[in-house]
């Protein structure tokens, strides 16, 4: 019997890094391809190569982690057609599965099955395109919605977008910094991580501040969530 297969990048056992779920062990599965370029990605060896896997061999790797959680992540997961399959299995065996998206591509399918982290492109990303308005409507009230704040420019955007009328603000919304230590020079500034608190205190936003747990752990050199 022939079982759906997924082009998986990697997987591996660490502490979630980020989210309302910062300091959770997960299991991590990274999907091979997508189909944007941000300036401030962190896993473009995502991008391609890695290999073919079924859901059970995929099922079977997660298995001695013994974590509770898996995110699926990428590159872009959902633009895999079989994503909202390994994403039914592992609920069916138990998990409680999250999924990392740009939001640039429809999240109705998975919206079901998974907590949807939906990572909002900001200026900087030189991505932002948009599309992530219309899987407003898909989304649950556990899922979250994040800003990666590359810029100064990056904060008053996502003011604007999570000022809007259809933006849904019962949601957690996560702002993540990129601060200027950390940027990829010539392509953004950055942002202080003081200037960002401060600026959210003194809006008065419904927002929550997060940085990075697992690279504050283990190094500015490790990728993802």
Known sequence: MAFPDLQIT?????????TS???ERFSFIR????????????SAYAFHGGKRMSIPEILDTVKPHETKHVLLTGGEPLLQR?????????????YAVSIETHGEVSIEAIA??????MDIK????AMSRGEFVNNFKFLKPSDEIKFVIASQNDYFWARDVISSTDY???????????QPAKMAPGKFPGVELKWLAEKIIEDKLSVRLQTQLHKAIWGSDVTGV
Do not use: M, W
């Open 31 to 42: 999907l091979t391809g997508c189909n944007l370029r941000c300036t401030y990605c962190d």
């Open 21 to 23: 779920l910062t300091g």
């Open 168 to 178: 849904p603000n019962s949601l957690l919304t996560l702002f993540s910094p990129v």
């Open 112 to 117: 079901p099955f998974a907590r949807v982290i």
């Open 82 to 94: 079989n994503t909202k399959e390994l994403a039914r299995a592992l609920v069916s065996q138990g």
């Open 10 to 18: 990697e997987i591996f056992h660490s502490l979630q890094g980020e």
């Open 122 to 125: 900001t200026p900087s990303s």
